[in-house]
């Protein structure tokens, strides 16, 4: 698996729990990857999700914020 393209959709479900997406639509987004065999994009999601409920809205900012600055590092 390519652990760059997994912190990708990682960050970009990040992004979208932070703005508020709804969590039913990013699993429905892991049952359409799962059906083109993206598993990184599942993995990705799936490790936002999880990650996302356990921590605050704030957290989360932070956290896209610090991998940001350390990818332009």
Same mark, same amino acid.
């Given at each position: ?18 703005? +508020? ?22 993995? +990705?999601?799936?490790?936002a999700i999880h990650e996302s409920g356990f921590m605050t809205i704030k957290d989360i900012i ?12």
């Amino acid at each position: 698996m390519n652990k760059d393209l997994i912190e990708e959709f990682y960050l970009l479900a990040l992004i979208d729990i932070s703005s +508020g997406r709804d969590i039913d639509e990013l699993e429905q987004a892991i049952e359409v990857y799962e059906k083109e065999e993206e598993y990184e994009a599942c993995a +990705g999601i799936l490790k936002a999700i999880h990650e996302s409920g356990f921590m605050t809205i704030k957290d989360i900012i932070n956290k896209i914020q610090d991998d940001e600055h350390t990818k332009n590092s």
